[in-house]
T-cell receptor, first 117, second 117 residues
Framework: AQSVAQPEDQVNVAEGNPLTVKCTYS??????LFWYVQYPNRGLQFLLK??????LVKGSYGFEAEFNKSQTSFHLKKPSALVSDSALYFC???????????????FGKGTKLSVIP | DGGITQSPKYLFRKEGQNVTLSCEQNLNHDAMYWYRQDPGQGLRLIYY???????QKGDIAEGYSVSREKKESFPLTVTSAQKNPTAFYLCASSILRAGGSSYNEQFFGPGTRLTVL
């Protein structure tokens, strides 16, 4: 079974400082990894994904994530945080295709990011 | 929130009532999904559908039913058998590659907040 852990329920960072939101995963085979952001009472918005290739993935709004296979991690990063980045962030994983239904995403419980002015 | 619409935005249900949540997409996506979101628990998959007239149970299907009569539409019925239906419900869709494999990101609707009175 696949799983995702986001070890921090909340991350606080000062505006202009770098931010990191942590994610570790467990899956059989090479993982497909995703980050989403959710603003209050809204749906999830896709930020970036890792499928294969370069371990550093760049996404929307200046976010990037680094895939580390040995540490089974996919941490989300941004060099300079904005107040508008304050939201709920979800990491998700799925295993390579192995039959009908195997493309389900498993989500972490989410990390609330607060950027302090 | 892409080309996915959910209605209503807010829904109130009395005990013992069935209610239906609407989800429509104009992205020409093959796959559609329903998730339930509770505070601190992330997203949990209720049902998903890969093709018209076919759908599969997710992790928490008990007390819910779906239909997929059209590619664009995937309504979710919350039945009276669902004992704790108060939650935020999210619909999503994604494309499928040939052969059913999909690593493409899921696009989410804006959500429906269901409250039991």
């Amino acid at each position: 079974a696949q799983s995702v852990a986001q070890p921090e329920d909340q991350v606080n960072v000062a505006e202009g400082n770098p931010l990191t939101v942590k994610c570790t995963y467990s899956v059989s085979g090479n993982p497909y990894l995703f980050w989403y952001v959710q603003y209050p009472n809204r749906g999830l918005q896709f930020l970036l994904k890792y499928i294969t290739g370069d371990n550093l993935v760049k996404g929307s709004y200046g976010f990037e994530a680094e895939f580390n296979k040995s540490q089974t991690s996919f941490h989300l990063k941004k060099p300079s945080a904005l107040v508008s980045d304050s939201a709920l962030y979800f990491c998700a994983v799925r295993a390579p295709y192995s039959g009908a239904g195997s493309y389900q995403l498993t989500f972490g419980k989410g990390t609330k990011l607060s950027v302090i002015p | 929130d892409g080309g996915i619409t959910q209605s209503p935005k807010y829904l109130f249900r009395k005990e013992g009532q069935n209610v239906t949540l609407s989800c429509e997409q104009n992205l020409n996506h093959d796959a559609m999904y329903w998730y339930r979101q509770d505070p601190g628990q992330g997203l949990r998959l209720i049902y998903y559908s890969q093709i018209v007239n076919d759908f599969q149970k997710g992790d928490i299907a008990e007390g819910y039913s779906v239909s997929r009569e059209k590619k664009e539409s995937f309504p979710l019925t919350v039945t009276s058998a669902q004992k704790n239906p108060t939650a935020f419900y999210l619909c999503a869709s994604s494309i499928l590659r040939a052969g059913g494999s999909s690593y493409n990101e899921q696009f989410f609707g804006p959500g429906t907040r269901l409250t039991v009175l």
